[in-house]
């Protein structure tokens, strides 16, 4: 055969996470490289996905989603995120985030067209620019708050610029934008123009009395704004794959219909069940489930600076980027390796993250784990002491 794969294939990155994945299970270690959310689903979710296959709710929804979800969910956005969405023509509900944001990426981005993400960045939306050949434009953030230079940003804009990701709270820096940053980015995306997508997946796990601000909310920033977010780690159900965007109508009608193309629909019980998950657990369960996450990202995080793996103390989300510089290698990779061949915990390399060398002083762990085994892990780390 001479026939080849697409020349769009051969520039995507395979996962390293999934790669580490493997790996770990190889050596039947403690896998804390991919962020599958191990903690309980909500019984109520549960019960209301498994009534909704009883009662038959198991042909395809409409393509945007149940008209019950999509309503839930515009009760949340107002309530959670102050926007205001119209369930009929604003809202699209898809095969999770990630499925959310490559519909956007297809309906919106045209070859060649420029957009602008911050470093260290989620490798899917990289590889999903690259796969509509789109050309990822990375502006560099500085460790350990991972800050960025509104110069650096007006220095990334050409006029091939199309669009901008903010990905808050952040995978894989736990960054959390503040106001003052979005309004920064929300001034340069209307100076120049721009789409804002935003990944706002991770938004109900805040740290320190931190808050979530939707982009979308500041002026002017509604009709560019395609909010994304889902409901795989809230839930604790990252393999339902219930995500959603939120657009002005013109551009929703756009993703819906590459919605439709790529996936005809969501899974339509396991959408009831989110559904009811939106409209009946309480604000106590967003509060305590953060309460939390932020204690085991303390325990965690005092692990790692006691074996010598200083980290990044994450502001949101339920990953951390640590210093692993002083472990053998030269590479994430040999350092990664070294950790899981070592103690037997699998991290992965921080190159997955870093489009340059700093990539290879860190590794990131995911820390969405049951206590048993947040303290398994704290017990692996004091063995490198």
Same mark, same amino acid.
């Given at each position: 055969m001479t026939r080849h794969i697409n020349q769009r294939m051969a520039d995507l990155a395979h996962s390293e996470i999934r790669a580490m994945t493997q790996a770990c299970v190889n050596v039947k270690g403690l896998n804390m490289a991919q962020g599958v959310c191990d903690t309980p689903v909500p019984s109520v979710v549960l019960r209301a996905a498994e009534q909704a296959m009883e009662q038959g709710k198991n042909v395809y929804s409409r393509f945007d989603g149940l008209?019950?979800?999509?309503?839930?969910?515009?009760?949340?956005?107002l309530r959670d995120n102050g926007i205001t969405a119209d369930p009929e023509t604003d809202i699209t509900v898809s095969a999770g985030a990630t499925g959310s944001f490559h519909c956007a990426c297809m309906a919106l981005l045209n070859p060649g067209d420029e957009v602008i993400l911050f470093e260290p960045y989620y490798q899917y939306h990289v590889n999903a620019l690259q796969a509509v050949e789109a050309v990822p434009v990375r502006v560099k953030m500085q460790a350990p708050d991972w800050s960025f230079s509104a110069d650096e940003l007006a220095r990334a804009i050409t006029p091939?610029?199309?669009?901008?990701?903010?990905?808050s709270p952040g995978n894989p820096s736990g960054k959390v934008f503040s106001r003052q940053e979005l309004e920064t980015i929300a001034a340069f995306a209307q100076q120049h123009d721009l789409f804002v997508f935003t990944d706002e997946i991770y938004e109900y796990f805040l740290y320190d009395g931190r808050t979530h601000v939707?982009? $979308?909310?500041? /002026?002017?920033? %509604?009709?560019?704004?395609?909010? &994304?977010?889902?409901?795989?780690?809230?839930?604790?159900?990252?393999?339902?794959?219930?995500?959603?965007?939120?657009?002005?109508?013109k551009w929703a009608q756009a993703i819906?219909?590459?919605?439709?193309?790529?996936?005809?629909? $969501?899974?339509? /019980?396991?959408? %009831?069940?989110?559904?009811?998950? &939106?409209?009946?657990l309480p604000s106590s369960f967003y509060r305590d489930m953060a309460r939390d996450f932020q204690r085991k990202r303390d325990r965690f995080c005092s692990a790692l600076t006691k074996a010598g793996l200083t980290p990044s103390i994450p502001q949101g989300a339920y990953y951390v980027l640590a210093d692993a510089s002083r472990l053998p290698g030269t590479t994430g990779k040999e350092?990664?390796?070294?950790?899981?061949?070592r103690i037997g915990l699998a991290s992965v390399p921080g190159e997955a993250f870093f489009s340059g060398p700093e990539g290879s002083r860190f590794v990131r762990f995911s820390y969405a784990k049951v206590d048993a085994d947040i303290d398994d892990a704290c017990r692996r780390l004091a063995r490198l002491v």
């Open positions: 008209l019950e979800l999509r309503q839930a969910l515009a009760m949340k956005l091939r610029t199309k669009a901008i990701i903010v990905n939707s982009i $979308a909310t500041l /002026p002017g920033m %509604a009709e560019r704004t395609i909010t &994304i977010g889902g409901y795989s780690k809230t839930f604790s159900i990252t393999g339902w794959r219930i995500g959603y965007s939120v657009a002005s109508a819906g219909a590459m919605n439709d193309l790529l996936y005809v629909c $969501a899974p339509t /019980p396991l959408q %009831a069940g989110v559904a009811v998950g &939106i409209r009946e350092r990664a390796m070294f950790l899981l061949e």
